[in-house]
């Protein structure tokens, strides 16, 4: 069956093959293998000439100390306040003042809460009475932050011991730089496989993709679970607006104001991730769904020459939306076309297409092992689960990207979302935000 399976392909020839597999050699393989080793190595190459560069922005930092505010909004999390506040007291950096902000817990965030503003281990303890949203939260912790730089952290996350202290470094290689978004990595990724293919994706997506797009020039999104800011950057821009997609919208504001953002893979948090298919999928629709809302509607004037534009700019937020939903059209039209032309000839196809994908994501990963330091043991027992992500990027995800798609683009569902309080969806859709 495999001579037959090698035969059939080699009797049809590349002319065949490359009609057949037109997505993946033309879209997918030239924009997530070829160009993303191409920029790899650049930047591999540019990061050692710039050691000097940096050196002497770490001293700076240091010469000058400034006060940073680390700033934790969040909503029946008192379980993981005390892991990140003790990961927070061992960093290298350590000229912090810490602000933790409830937004209406029904747990017993406010008990633990108090109790670590009592004993010194956190600066100050807000709450909000009312569930006002995360924008809502971290707007009040923004609001008594004191600090020159705003350190936006999820609760759930624990942090390298000189993360911060990374993040902080490249705002003094380059005063251009109003954000900087840290790399996450996934805390619970050995619980079971859900958390495992979670943990490949997150070493490919962020610690590699943020990479790619930030040397480019492109980076969109700084994460919420861990991005600092410049607080007369967020002057500038309002602080954040209400969700869902608070991380791309604040990201994007930032680089309409005409600000540079830049990723920082040396600084590393860790965050938990869903344990089920179901909690995951109720994740990343509402990830999804922030492309439409954001990135088509809110801030579609990033396509419209004025005297703001920027391609840049414009580039950054095609780039999400050409490979997060023109891609993801693209690939039904694909196996529509294969469907409707080659009928017969499926039974080699489907396999051809796995086992496509399956060295795709082989070479890939290759490339987030030779980036890895102390960890490479660890990243390397990873390497049995790759082939089950063809099914998981490339069906689950797919679907669970569509569904997101579809559902914002008609029925702008992402104002129902039970993530927002229904006082503050309201409000966003009266001011079409």
């Not at 008192?78 to 350590?94: A, I």
């Not at 017993?108 to 670590?116: D, F, K």
């Not at 869902?244 to 965050?271: M, N, Q």
């Not at 080699?348 to 890895?372: C, Q």
Request: glycine share 6%; aromatic share 16%.
């Amino acid at each position: 069956m495999i001579e037959e399976f090698f035969a059939y392909w080699q009797a049809k020839g590349f002319l065949v093959f490359l009609r057949v597999f037109w997505f993946f050699i033309f879209f997918e393989f030239t924009r997530y293998i070829l160009i993303d080793y191409i920029v790899i190595i650049y930047y591999t190459i540019k990061r050692k000439l710039n050691q000097r560069n940096w050196d002497l922005a770490r001293n700076a930092l240091w010469v000058e100390k400034p006060l940073v505010s680390v700033i934790v909004p969040g909503r029946n999390e008192g379980d993981n306040l005390f892991t990140l506040v003790r990961s927070l007291s061992e960093q290298t950096y350590n000229n912090l003042e810490i602000i933790v902000v409830d937004d209406g817990s029904d747990d017993q965030t406010p008990l633990i809460g108090r109790s670590l503003m009592k004993s010194g281990m956190i600066t100050l303890f807000l709450r909000n009475e009312d569930r006002g949203g995360k924008a809502s939260a971290a707007n009040l912790a923004w609001r008594f932050a004191k600090g020159k730089y705003i350190v936006h952290l999820d609760a759930d996350c624990s942090f390298h011991f000189n993360a911060i202290e990374s993040a902080l470094i490249p705002f003094y290689m380059d005063e251009r730089i109003g954000g900087v978004g840290g790399s996450l990595e996934v805390r619970n990724g050995l619980k079971n496989l859900c958390t495992i293919l979670q943990r490949i994706e997150y070493l490919k997506t962020i610690s590699l993709g943020r990479i790619v797009t930030s040397t480019l020039g492109i980076y969109g999104i700084i994460s919420g679970a861990f991005g600092v800011f410049r607080a007369d950057v967020l002057q500038k821009v309002k602080g954040w607006d209400i969700g869902p997609g608070l991380d791309s919208d604040l990201t994007t504001k930032i680089r309409k104001a005409g600000y540079k953002v830049h990723f920082e893979p040396d600084a590393i948090g860790l965050t938990n991730v869903p344990q089920t298919f179901s909690k995951l999928a109720n994740q990343r629709l509402r990830w999804n769904k922030s492309v439409i809302r954001f990135r088509l509607r809110k801030h579609g004037g990033l396509f419209v020459a004025n005297e703001h534009f920027s391609f840049a700019n414009m580039f950054a937020s095609a780039e999400s939306i050409v490979f997060g939903v023109i891609f993801n059209i693209l690939w039904y039209i694909n196996i529509f076309d294969q469907m409707i032309h080659y009928p017969r000839e499926l039974l080699f196809i489907f396999p051809m297409s796995i086992l496509l994908y399956m060295i795709g994501n082989f070479i890939r990963f290759f490339v987030v092992l030779a980036l890895s330091h102390e960890d490479f043991q660890e990243r390397l027992k990873l390497l049995p689960f790759l082939p089950l992500m063809v099914f998981y990027n490339g069906f689950y995800m797919r679907v669970v990207r569509t569904i997101a798609h579809m559902s914002e683009l008609f029925f702008w569902t992402s104002y129902k979302d039970s993530w927002n309080p229904r006082k503050t969806s309201v409000h966003a859709r009266k001011m079409n935000i």
